[in-house]
């Protein structure tokens, strides 16, 4: 299983990381194809429990978020949203099968949640110093999932949530909030040296590592919470040994969200 883990991360990191650096249209086309298939996934779940979501509709709400995001000049957030919510709407007067609201209220969860938090990794991206404030919060997230993963593994012995996720352990938690934060530490003062962002502080590293290792681990269990009442271990089998692209986004979500926000209220950009 590891070897494979291993071999899916060879594969996806040099991938991600080459649309964040080239950033842009390549970024948002790399968003959007990851994200589109979260989307398609959730919706998948949530039809296990015996809903029916309209996946175009939050396929294209998360779209128009997306591109909203890129372009804010265009202002298609507000046409996009009204069509997305009537059309929907409609759409469910037509399919009245089951439980209509419900379906109806989860195809418009679905497209919001991915496409809203999603849109953050073409925000933060598009700030200044934009590329090393996300080469330090992805990161983070990454090497707090590492270490909660390993530490978890060798000491861990105290059950995070159980009902969740029976795997994760409090020893692994606080494992991983010390490798995001000096990770995170780390890799600021290194951009410093290498004089790429205009405001290099090792500080403002660790906090922002801090942050994002101890907030964005909840989109994790948020999407198990999801699984778990679909019954079922994976969103998808997209990736060997990872699951699917909602299970890979689900802690990313989180740490675009607070990355952004971080460095917008920090540097007032």
Avoid: N
């Amino acid at each position: 299983m590891f070897r494979t883990r291993l071999l899916t991360v060879a594969f996806l990191l040099p991938l991600a990381l080459a649309a964040i650096g080239l950033g842009g249209v390549w970024l948002l086309g790399f968003v959007v194809v990851i994200l589109t298939l979260a989307v398609v996934e959730f919706c998948r779940l949530v039809e296990r429990g015996g809903f029916q979501p309209a996946t175009g509709f939050a396929v294209l709400l998360l779209w128009f978020l997306l591109l909203d995001a890129q372009w804010p000049a265009f202002k298609l957030l507000g046409p996009g949203l009204s069509l997305v919510l009537m059309a929907s709407l409609a759409w469910q007067l037509a399919h009245r099968d089951g439980s209509p609201v419900a379906d109806w209220a989860l195809t418009i969860a679905g497209g919001l949640y991915v496409g809203w938090c999603g849109a953050h990794l073409i925000r933060l991206r598009a700030l200044p110093d934009g590329l090393w404030w996300m080469m330090t919060a992805l990161p983070a997230i990454w090497l707090a999932d590492s270490g909660a993963y390993s530490i978890g593994r060798a000491w861990g012995r105290h059950k995070l949530a159980p009902t969740l996720s029976p795997g994760k352990t409090w020893e692994g938690y606080l494992g991983g909030i010390v490798t995001g934060t000096l990770g995170s530490g780390g890799l600021m003062t290194l951009w410093g040296l290498r004089g790429w962002p205009s405001r290099p502080d090792l500080v403002e590293g660790l906090w922002l590592g801090l942050l994002v290792a101890t907030l964005a681990p909840l989109g994790d269990l948020v999407v198990s919470m999801i699984k778990r009442q679909a019954g079922a271990k994976d969103s998808g089998k997209l990736f060997p040994g990872h699951g699917g692209a909602l299970d890979r986004v689900d802690s990313v979500l989180w740490a675009c969200v607070i990355g952004y926000y971080f460095a917008l209220w920090l540097h007032g950009s």
